[in-house]
């Protein structure tokens, strides 16, 4: 069993940045492929980036490639979201999650755990 908790919204103007934080309590962190979600009102949720295991492996959705980075430390069960060049189109809940898959785990159904979410707002 993995616990997760997003921190780091907020509210920014666009061009801004943002750096968000998912810790994980339980077993095994280094373990899981870690991804990044997102959910804005009336809307599925989607997929922003993933990461393996180790790190020698991430994806990006298109919508957000050159402007996020997903990065991992193993040591501090903490994955974590840079984004910068923030759009309003960005405004959403971000979510992450964990999944015994690999990293081309880029669906929502692939994983199994999941934080509550955090709140990105992006101003125009």
């Known amino acids: 069993q993995v616990q997760l908790v997003e921190s780091g919204g907020g509210l920014v103007q666009a061009g801004g940045s943002l750096g968000l934080s998912c810790v994980a309590s339980?077993?095994?962190?280094?373990?899981?492929?870690m991804g990044w979600f997102r959910q804005a009102p009336g809307k599925e949720r989607e997929f922003v980036a993933v990461?393996?295991?180790?790190?020698?492996?991430?994806y990006y959705a298109d919508s957000v490639k050159g402007r996020f980075t997903i990065s991992r430390d193993n040591a501090e069960n903490t994955v974590y979201l840079q984004m910068n060049s923030l759009k309003p189109e960005d405004t959403a809940t971000y979510y992450c999650?964990?999944?015994?898959?690999?990293?081309?785990?880029?669906?929502?159904?692939?994983?199994?755990?999941w934080g509550q979410g955090t709140q990105v707002t992006v101003s125009s």
């Open positions: 999650a964990a999944s015994f898959r690999g990293p081309n785990a880029l669906q929502p159904h692939e994983y199994d755990y």
């Open positions: 339980g077993r095994a962190f280094s373990m899981y492929t």
């Open positions: 990461m393996s295991w180790n790190g020698a492996r991430t």
